[in-house]
């Protein structure tokens, strides 16, 4: 058999992975339009995060945001489908400087729905903003309490996530920090959640810059680990911390395992089934101009397999991602939000992909045109009730505060 010459070889080596290169790049939707925005709250400034609830029992999801400019937290109900497309009922349920958090958590279990916030800055700390004992004045900003948790006092906090962890007494919740003395760990409810002064925070591990936290069982044991992205320092990368069970064994360590990205500026993550094998993957942003795509490899989330999918040229810089069938093909696709995204960039993105999710050719879709630069947690769900997926989020530089953008799939006559 003739042997091939090593400069032959070299060439064929150099024109595949051109190629491989080219089918991973994403080309932009040439003419694409933008999405309807429909305005939720813009009363106040720099909108910084949405999260969702249904705080009232209509059966429809309402929505808590911390306004980091305008120092206020914000609580917004759904109104009904027919009127979602206007703005939405909504209360101040505390004042706090600097925020970068706010989420619904019952904590007390009187079955109203407080909200936890967290705030870095000068401010450093986690507060608890109690609902009023009458549900019918869950609108009523003046019968809102807040108090601030000492166990929390002097990190900057970053992000929450309420969870029951010990099976014993209130809520938990976990959150994580930045900067100086950062660390993630949780937060145990007191036997009374009120006396703010028993709760107590266990650090599970030391942090740069926790960016995104996500509870879910991540090697199938039936117990909600720590899926989360720290984007700064040594310990910077994309990890998931096992739990290690109710009760007692809380005090044992909580297992560190590597998802990847430890050379990487991470920002937020989700977690779903990209390639659909029925195993749930984790997908990441990384600065500059990345989607990382870690396709899960084993049952117990050990192994898993990173794939770089670049942000198109008219994006702005990455932020945060979700994984959800945007045009119903039965296929999953990827949303994306960027800072920096100053006109006339996009600032948030949809991207389709024919063939693997490993190797494919992804192509990305417009959704929020040249209007806003600096988006944040995307948020998929249908709020409209027309079966598609539409897109919350928030946007802090222009203001243009909460809002969602409809998909225009079942107009457009999709399935």
Same mark, same amino acid.
Request: hydrophobic share 40%.
């Given at each position: 058999?003739?042997?091939?010459?090593?400069?032959?070889?070299?060439?064929?080596?150099?024109?595949?992975?051109? *190629?491989?290169?080219?089918?991973?790049?994403?080309?932009?939707?040439?003419?694409?339009?933008?999405?309807?925005?429909?305005?939720?709250?813009?009363?106040?400034?720099?909108?910084?995060?949405?999260?969702?609830?249904? #705080?009232?029992?209509?059966?429809?999801?309402?929505?808590?945001?911390?306004?980091?400019?305008? /120092?206020?937290?914000?609580?917004?109900?759904?109104?009904?489908?027919?009127?979602?497309?206007?703005?939405?009922? *909504? #209360?101040?349920?505390?004042?706090?400087?600097?925020?970068?958090?706010?989420?619904?958590?019952?904590?007390?279990?009187?079955?109203?729905?407080?909200?936890?916030?967290?705030?870095?800055?000068?401010?450093?700390?986690?507060?608890?903003?109690?609902?009023?004992?009458?549900?019918?004045?869950?609108?009523?900003?003046?019968?809102?309490?807040?108090?601030?948790?000492?166990?929390?006092?002097?990190?900057?906090?970053?992000?929450?996530?309420?969870?029951?962890?010990?099976?014993?007494?209130?809520?938990?919740?976990?959150?994580?920090?930045?900067?100086?003395?950062?660390?993630?760990?949780?937060?145990?409810?007191?036997?009374? +959640?009120?006396?703010?002064?028993?709760?107590?925070?266990?650090?599970?591990?030391?942090? /740069?810059?926790?960016?995104?936290?996500?509870?879910?069982?991540?090697?199938?044991?039936?117990?909600?680990?720590?899926?989360?992205?720290?984007?700064?320092?040594?310990?910077?990368?994309?990890?998931?911390?096992?739990?290690?069970?109710?009760?007692?064994?809380?005090?044992?360590?909580?297992?560190?395992?590597?998802?990847?990205?430890?050379?990487?500026?991470?920002?937020?993550?989700?977690?779903?089934?990209?390639?659909?094998?029925?195993?749930?993957?984790?997908?990441?942003?990384?600065? +500059?101009?990345?989607?990382?795509?870690?396709?899960?490899?084993?049952?117990?989330?050990? *192994?898993?397999?990173?794939?770089?999918?670049?942000? +198109? *040229?008219?994006?702005?810089?990455?932020?945060?991602?979700?994984?959800? !069938?945007? !045009?119903?093909?039965?296929?999953? !696709?990827?949303?994306?939000?960027?800072?920096?995204?100053?006109?006339?960039?996009?600032?948030?993105?949809?991207?389709?992909?024919?063939?693997?999710?490993?190797?494919?050719?992804?192509?990305?879709?417009?959704?929020?045109? +040249?209007?806003?630069?600096?988006?944040?947690?995307?948020?998929?769900?249908?709020?409209?009730?027309?079966?598609?997926?539409?897109?919350?989020?928030?946007?802090?530089?222009?203001?243009?505060?909460?809002?969602?953008?409809?998909?225009?799939?079942?107009?457009? /006559?999709?399935?």
């Amino acid at each position: 058999m003739k042997r091939e010459s090593l400069p032959s070889i070299l060439v064929c080596t150099i024109l595949v992975c051109a *190629a491989l290169a080219q089918a991973a790049e994403p080309a932009a939707q040439p003419s694409g339009e933008a999405w309807k925005r429909h305005a939720i709250d813009n009363s106040s400034r720099g909108a910084d995060g949405t999260r969702i609830l249904d #705080v009232n029992g209509d059966g429809l999801p309402d929505v808590a945001t911390g306004w980091e400019e305008g /120092g206020v937290v914000r609580a917004c109900l759904h109104p009904g489908y027919g009127k979602v497309r206007g703005k939405w009922q *909504a #209360v101040t349920v505390g004042k706090v400087p600097s925020l970068e958090d706010a989420v619904f958590a019952d904590l007390d279990g009187d079955g109203k729905v407080d909200v936890i916030s967290a705030a870095e800055g000068s401010t450093r700390r986690i507060s608890i903003h109690w609902a009023p004992a009458d549900r019918a004045a869950y609108t009523d900003a003046d019968k809102w309490t807040t108090t601030a948790l000492p166990a929390s006092l002097g990190q900057s906090w970053m992000f929450i996530v309420p969870i029951q962890l010990d099976g014993r007494d209130g809520l938990d919740f976990i959150a994580g920090s930045k900067s100086h003395g950062a660390s993630i760990g949780w937060f145990q409810a007191p036997s009374d +959640p009120r006396d703010v002064k028993a709760w107590k925070y266990h650090k599970l591990r030391d942090a /740069g810059w926790i960016m995104s936290i996500i509870a879910v069982d991540m090697n199938d044991d039936g117990r909600e680990d720590i899926l989360f992205s720290d984007r700064k320092g040594k310990n910077r990368g994309v990890f998931w911390l096992d739990n290690p069970g109710p009760g007692d064994a809380q005090g044992k360590p909580w297992a560190v395992h590597t998802v990847g990205a430890t050379d990487k500026e991470c920002l937020f993550l989700d977690y779903g089934d990209l390639d659909g094998d029925g195993r749930r993957d984790v997908v990441t942003t990384a600065k +500059p101009r990345d989607l990382i795509y870690f396709r899960r490899k084993d049952a117990k989330g050990e *192994a898993w397999e990173p794939h770089v999918i670049p942000l +198109p *040229a008219n994006a702005g810089r990455s932020k945060a991602v979700a994984v959800g !069938d945007i !045009d119903l093909d039965s296929r999953a !696709d990827l949303v994306f939000s960027c800072e920096s995204a100053t006109p006339p960039l996009s600032g948030v993105m949809w991207m389709s992909r024919k063939g693997p999710a490993t190797a494919g050719a992804w192509t990305a879709h417009d959704i929020s045109g +040249p209007e806003g630069v600096k988006f944040d947690l995307v948020i998929l769900i249908d709020l409209d009730n027309d079966g598609d997926l539409d897109i919350l989020t928030c946007e802090e530089r222009q203001n243009l505060g909460v809002f969602w953008y409809e998909n225009p799939t079942r107009a457009a /006559g999709g399935r």
